[in-house]
């Protein structure tokens, strides 16, 4: 790390915040860790957890069932971290939560 003037540069201070590569499976198995008790459903949580420490959703957003056709919908949600780590999924039920979360988010649907 270098220093100029005894202040930290911008990029060693993101060279602070961002994982290495392998970190990054590290936090992703964090991430899937059970979420202390709340009234918002589970895999929502994970979702805003995983947003929050720099993965990004891919459009579009799959709204569809989540085994068979009897189950009821869920949003299948495509998360990267960077363009070179393999995209994981998170399933949310509908709920008013994620809906808005998409909504403010601008993303695109689609609809079985």
Do not use: F
């Not at 990267?80 to 988010?105: K, T, Y």
């Amino acid at each position: 790390m270098s220093h100029s003037g005894g202040a930290l540069r911008v990029d060693d201070i993101w060279n602070l915040l961002l994982p290495p590569r392998l970190a990054i499976e590290e936090s992703w198995n964090l991430l899937q860790e059970p979420i202390h008790s709340t009234h918002l459903e589970q895999r929502y949580l994970a979702l805003l957890a995983a947003l929050d420490v720099g993965w990004h959703i891919e459009e579009p957003v799959y709204l569809r069932s989540r085994w068979g056709a009897d189950d009821p919908p869920v949003y299948h949600v495509i998360l990267r971290c960077n363009a070179q780590e393999a995209p994981r999924l998170i399933s949310v039920p509908q709920g008013a939560e994620i809906e808005r979360l998409l909504l403010d988010h601008h993303l695109q649907i689609e609809r079985k």
